[in-house]
Structure formats: structure tokens, C-alpha cells
């Protein structure tokens, strides 16, 4: 079942459950502007927690959160003459947390994935020689926030730069009633848990924990499976005969 943020008429918001074990009175942080600001700030941290736990041990299927209304893929233009492009935000803001995927136009506007390379430990001397050879870029490397293009492009196209991305989640306010976490329902429990952790009494840490590390595994089970559409291989291990 998904959870929604916060819901004081059925008391079944991702805040009423946090109250319930916390043993706190109904309302306690609901109808209290600074402890619902506190809260949040938590919630925020608990979804940063989930995140990456998602993103640690997703397979070839790519997560996104579900609240963004657009698809992780960012573009910018292709300049001629211009290495490095530097990548922070998506277009709505969003922080970028990684690159895994870079396709650059052709002169003739079709794309093509370029291969990633380690400018710092690979024998890749284009990007560190001094030559700056131009033409058409077929390799890059991350570095920092940006990516630098080997060759340097000597031509110019407006979207010529198309990047793959994970990016950060959507975060909740504390306006937020109805809205629910970006990823599966099943585990939305999970947000209330982790947060609840923190301050519930002590009597109450033994079963929170207990519940915390159950949704947190079927978590990890459910992403690390997520792409049915991918042939599974079996391949038999090998003993070494000397």
C-alpha cells in the first residue's frame, strides 16, 4: 500500500505513522509548524537513505522517482571548439548524482554512444597532449561534475549533447498532504520506520528495527530484479585443474 505524506482525517500518513511510534499524541507533530518542519527535514533524510540503497543495487533497468514529470536525459548543445561541458542540475533543478550513458550528434543530427574512458589512469593521451585533435568526439571522461570530449567537436549542433542520468528524488514540504514517495508502495513504510528510529523509546527501537531491516531487504530484493525483460544467463562455474 502506498503512503501518502500526511493524512490527519484516516491518521494513515507517512507523519501519523511516525506519531504512532513514537508514541507520540495525535497531532504531536502534525499540528505543530516547528515540529513539522523538524520532521520533514527527517522524512528528507530517510528518502536519501532509500535512494541510494535503489540506486546501489539496481540492474540494467533504471530507476527514476515517479513524482518527476520528465525522463532522466538531459541535453545541451554541441559547440564547436568546446572540451568540456559541466553538468549540476537536470532541467528542473534537480541534482545530478551520476553520468552512465553520453551520445553526441553526428554532423549529419543522428546520435551515436560514445565509449567512456579514465583520462587519469588510462593510456588516453587526446585528452592530456596538448594537440587538441578536432572532428567528431567518440570518447569522453568524467570528471567532477562535467564531461570532457575527445576529439574536440569542430562543429556545432543545438541538442548535439545527450546524457543518461540518476538524479536526486523529489523532496516533501511541509505544505505536502497527499503526496507519496517516488519509488514502490510496498515499501513506503519504510520512510516512517527509519525516521521513527530515531527518536522512539528505547522500549520500542527492538521492534522498529526489526521491521526496518525486513522492508529494507524486500526492498533491495524487488530493484535488484526489476528488469524482467532482460534474459536471465546461467553460467557454470569453472573449476581450475593444475
Known amino acids: 500500500m502506498s503512503i501518502q505524506f500526511s493524512d490527519t482525517i484516516n491518521k494513515s500518513g507517512i507523519i501519523q505513522i511516525i506519531e504512532r511510534l513514537c508514541k507520540h499524541p495525535d497531532g504531536w507533530i502534525s499540528g505543530n509548524v516547528t515540529r513539522l518542519k523538524e520532521y520533514t527535514s527527517e522524512v528528507n533524510l530517510a528518502l ?23 525522463y532522466p536525459i538531459i541535453t545541451t548543445n554541441l559547440v564547436s571548439g568546446q572540451r568540456d561541458y559541466s553538468f549540476v542540475t537536470d532541467q528542473n533543478g534537480n541534482i545530478i548524482l551520476d ?16 565509449k567512456p574512458v579514465d583520462a587519469q589512469s588510462e593510456d588516453v593521451s587526446g585528452f592530456y597532449n596538448g594537440l587538441n585533435t578536432s572532428g567528431v568526439p567518440d570518447k569522453y571522461d568524467k570528471t567532477a561534475n562535467g564531461i570532457f570530449l575527445d576529439a574536440i567537436p569542430d562543429y556545432t549542433i543545438d541538442n548535439g549533447l545527450k546524457i543518461y542520468i540518476n538524479r536526486e528524488g523529489s523532496y516533501f514540504s511541509t505544505s505536502d498532504t497527499t503526496k507519496k514517495a517516488g519509488f514502490s508502495g510496498l515499501f513506503h513504510e519504510l520512510i516512517s520506520l527509519k525516521v521513527a528510529y530515531k527518536f522512539a523509546p528505547e522500549s ?3 521492534r522498529i528495527s526489526d521491521r526496518m531491516m525486513l522492508k529494507e531487504d524486500g526492498l533491495k530484493k524487488t530493484y535488484s530484479k526489476r528488469e524482467k525483460d532482460v534474459k536471465k544467463r546461467f553460467i557454470p562455474l569453472q573449476d581450475s585443474v593444475r
Open 48 to 70: 536519501d537513505e532509500i535512494w541510494a540503497t535503489i540506486f546501489s543495487v539496481g540492474g540494467t533497468w533504471q530507476w527514476d522517482d515517479s513524482n518527476h514529470s520528465d
Open 204 to 206: 520500542e527501537l527492538k
Open 99 to 114: 553520468i552512465y550513458k553520453v551520445l553526441v550528434a553526428q554532423p549529419d543530427g543522428t546520435y551515436k554512444e560514445i
